[in-house]
C-alpha cells in the first residue's frame, strides 16, 4: 500500500504531497467562503453554486439533468434544489414547446441579484493569485489544467468545458502550441479556458 499524502512523516519530506495538502486547504477555503455567503442569505452551499452557475450559462445548460451531471448528483437532489429556489421566489421554470416534460430553469430578477452578489465568494482567493508574477501564473494554470484533466478522465469528476478535453483542441508537441480549430488561431497558454461556451466534448 502506498503512503498517505496525510502522513506526516511522509508529506513533509514530499512535495508532491505537499501540494496535495495545499490543494485540500484551498478546497477547505472554498467551502467556508461559499457556506459563509449561503447563511448570509439564508441559502445552502448547492443552493448557492446553482444560482451561480444559472446566472452564467446557456438555456441549453440549465436543465435539472446538466445540472445533476455538473455537480455529481442524482436528479432527484436537484430537483427539490430547484423547487426550493422557486418557493424562495429567485428561480422560474418555462416549459419547452417541443418537448414538455423538461424545463429551462431561469432566474428572476431577485434570484439575479442574490446571484450576482454571492458570485464574489471568492475574492479573497484571488487576491494572492493576482499579486503572482505572469510566469507564476501561467505555470499554475497549465498545471491546474492538467490536474482537472485527469481528475475528467479518470472519472473523478464529470462535466468538463475546458480546451484540454475540447474536439476542438490541438497541442503540437513539436512547436509546443496549443491551438483551437474553431477560432482558427493559437491560443497562449493564458488564452486556455476552464469553461467556455463552444467547448465540443472529445467523442473516443
Ligand atoms: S472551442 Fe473553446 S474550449 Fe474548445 S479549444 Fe476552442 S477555446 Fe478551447
Avoid at 170 to 177: I, M, Q, R, V
Wanted: proline share 2%; glycine share 2%; with cysteine.
Amino acid at each position: 500500500m502506498s503512503t498517505s499524502d496525510f502522513n506526516l512523516n511522509h508529506q513533509n519530506k514530499s512535495t508532491e504531497s505537499k501540494i496535495v495538502a495545499s490543494l485540500e486547504r484551498i478546497a477547505q477555503a472554498f467551502r467556508v467562503l461559499l457556506w459563509q455567503e449561503s447563511k448570509e442569505n439564508s441559502l445552502t452551499p448547492i443552493q448557492v453554486q446553482v444560482l451561480i452557475f444559472l446566472r452564467f450559462h446557456s438555456d441549453e445548460k440549465c436543465k435539472v439533468s446538466y445540472l445533476a451531471s455538473e455537480f455529481n448528483m442524482t436528479k432527484a437532489t436537484i430537483s427539490d434544489t430547484i423547487k426550493t429556489l422557486g418557493q424562495k421566489q429567485l428561480i422560474t421554470k418555462e416549459t419547452q414547446q417541443h418537448d414538455t416534460r423538461s424545463y429551462i430553469i431561469k432566474l428572476t430578477k431577485k434570484g439575479k441579484e442574490i446571484a450576482d452578489k454571492t458570485s464574489m465568494f471568492s475574492k479573497e482567493i484571488i487576491k494572492p493569485i493576482d499579486s503572482l508574477h505572469p510566469d507564476d501564473k501561467e505555470h499554475l494554470l497549465l498545471s491546474l489544467l492538467n490536474i482537472i484533466r485527469h481528475l475528467n478522465q479518470s472519472g473523478v469528476i464529470t462535466i468538463q468545458r475546458m480546451c484540454l478535453t475540447c474536439s476542438y483542441y490541438d497541442y503540437s508537441n513539436k512547436t509546443k502550441k496549443h491551438f483551437c480549430k474553431l477560432l482558427n488561431q493559437d491560443l497562449q497558454p493564458t488564452d486556455l479556458r476552464i469553461d467556455c461556451p463552444e467547448h465540443l466534448i472529445q467523442q473516443d
